[in-house]
């Protein structure tokens, strides 16, 4: 049978990277094994759900190809189906009205020191409960569970896990509003949208006991589980807001691709056994197994998300590039040819990490350099450099054929008469041309930015540093 799993957010906030890896991985596993992803917005807490929260989780899922197989299901229009089910509990008896007090549970609580409920409504006569019911006392429902023996489970990632019944209370499945608990929607929902294999983040374990007793109890099939380890911040604790950026949305505004990210967060828990980690979505799919994903904790590494992030920069096409970067910012280049930034493209994209960083770097390509890091004028900028680059300059108004190999012949020749190193000369030149000292290959860019610039932008550097 194809597998059928579901991301399931809570609509309070954006997508984290958390929930964008958890997302992942179930469109990795449906997409390997030809099953489908499907998305259930848990929007059941009215206080903290936002609608704005929903479109943004979907908008950043849109962003990253993590298109969904179905129509969204929204558990806030499924109170009935709930409903439903809890009716059915209550009328086999395998669930009971508690009518216990909050004053009465802290006092036990207190007393035992422990959160555990007693059972104390458990085995209530059907008159006792009607006359509170008469009475108009309030009631939460609990289910019945088993008083002895175990639940254990075979987690794809973490083995086996057994617990106790006496370890499980009889838990709240529907508060004293009538609202159903998460462990009550969770499981009629997967069960109702077929669910073969829950894959979420390991702070779920702890519930899943609670909901393998559900699913016995309504006699339904147990879902597969696979729960994912925890991902942490540099400094070992629990990636949250504390770390910086941590929404998906503010990877794409600081322009990284979803190619990157995606294949980034694959490798938060996996690992696809090859020395290769860099990867398109669709490798990723292929080489993608469950029982690859480790138990340990994943550190977020932002300085390798960078570097994947380059890595598949350099490997995508320029007409790609650019209409990324349109998506970001649609005023880039606009002041030269498609043919031109296409070109600044091919020469600064293996050497940015990201589409806001090679927009960054590719300002001298539109615009003359005015101001200079003091320091690197220090290093760069010598007695006698004014002399150097005066020279160059006067080289360089004699080229009529602007292009790289005569470009190349004539500095290179010139620096070879004067003796002179390549750094003592083409340096100041970048500099001058640039801004900076780094970059790719001077000729190609001065090749680029034309003969014009380069001498307009010598001058100046000569008349101010
Ligand atoms: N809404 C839950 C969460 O965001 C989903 C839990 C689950 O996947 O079962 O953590």
């Given at each position: 049978m194809n597998p059928r799993v579901r991301f399931a957010p809570s609509p309070t906030g954006q997508l984290h990277i958390g929930g964008a890896r958890t997302a992942l991985f179930n469109y990795l596993f449906s997409h390997h094994?030809?099953?489908?992803?499907?998305?259930?917005?848990?929007?059941?807490?009215?206080?903290?759900?936002k609608?704005?929260?929903?479109?943004?989780?979907?908008?950043?899922?849109?962003?990253?190809g993590?298109?969904?197989?179905?129509?969204?299901?929204?558990?806030?229009?499924?109170?009935?189906?709930?409903?439903?089910?809890?009716?059915?509990?209550?009328?086999?008896?395998?669930?009971?009205?508690?009518?216990?007090?909050?004053?009465?549970?802290?006092?036990?609580?207190?007393?035992t020191n422990s959160y555990s409920y007693p059972g104390i409504w458990r085995e209530r006569s059907d008159i006792e409960i009607q006359s509170e019911i008469d009475n108009g006392n309030p009631f939460t429902i609990r289910l019945k569970t088993p008083e002895s023996g175990e639940t254990s489970f075979d987690d794809l990632i973490y083995g086996t896990i057994k617990v106790e019944h006496s370890e499980i209370d009889d838990f709240i499945i529907a508060r004293s509003d009538g609202s159903p608990v998460?462990?009550?929607?969770?499981?009629?929902d997967d069960n109702d949208m077929g669910i073969?294999?829950?894959?979420?983040?390991?702070?779920?374990?702890?519930?899943?006991?609670?909901?393998?007793?559900?699913?016995?109890?309504?006699?339904?099939?147990?879902?597969?589980?696979?729960?994912?380890?925890?991902?942490?911040?540099?400094d070992k604790k629990r990636l949250s807001k504390r770390h910086g950026a941590t929404g998906v949305q503010s990877y794409r505004d600081d322009g990284f691709q979803p190619e990157a990210l995606l294949n980034y967060l694959s490798l938060l828990g996996w690992n696809p056994g090859t020395e290769e980690e860099v990867m398109s979505l669709h490798e990723i799919i292929e080489k993608f197994e469950l029982s690859k994903v480790h138990k340990k904790s994943a550190v977020f590494d932002e300085k390798k998300l960078n570097w994947i992030s380059g890595q598949h920069l350099a490997m995508q096409s320029n007409k790609t590039i650019i209409s990324d970067i349109k998506l970001v910012n649609d005023t880039w280049g606009n002041s030269e040819s498609h043919e031109y930034c296409l070109n600044v493209i091919d020469l600064m994209k293996s050497r940015s990490k990201s589409l806001v960083q090679l927009m960054d770097q590719s300002n001298y390509y539109f615009n003359d350099p005015t101001e200079f890091d003091e320091k690197t004028v220090r290093k760069t900028w010598k007695d006698g450099t004014k002399d150097i680059v005066e020279s160059v300059r006067y080289i360089l108004e004699t080229i009529d054929n602007w292009e790289i190999k005569s470009l190349?012949?004539?500095?290179?020749?010139?620096?070879?008469?004067?003796?002179?190193?390549?750094?003592?000369?083409?340096?100041?030149?970048?500099?001058?041309?640039?801004?900076?000292?780094?970059?790719?290959?001077?000729f190609a860019v001065m090749d680029l930015v034309g003969k014009d610039a380069c001498l307009r932008r010598i001058k100046y550097a000569i008349n101010t540093l």
């Open positions: 094994n030809q099953g489908q992803f499907l998305v259930r917005i848990e929007d059941t807490d009215l206080e903290r759900s609608q704005e929260f929903t479109n943004q989780i979907c908008e950043s899922m849109k962003w990253l993590l298109t969904w197989d179905e129509d969204l299901v929204f558990q806030s229009q499924r109170t009935n189906q709930y409903k439903i089910a809890i009716d059915s509990l209550l009328d086999c008896g395998e669930a009971y009205r508690c009518f216990s007090t909050k004053d009465e549970l802290d006092k036990i609580r207190e007393e998460y462990n009550l929607t969770n499981v009629v073969t294999h829950v894959i979420r983040g390991e702070d779920h374990i702890s519930n899943t006991p609670k909901q393998i007793l559900m699913y016995k109890t309504l006699g339904w099939n147990v879902p597969t589980f696979a729960h994912l380890p925890m991902i942490l911040g540099q190349e012949e004539k500095l290179k020749s010139f620096m070879e008469e004067r003796e002179l190193g390549f750094g003592k000369v083409m340096k100041p030149v970048r500099l001058a041309i640039c801004g900076t000292v780094n970059g790719p290959s001077l």
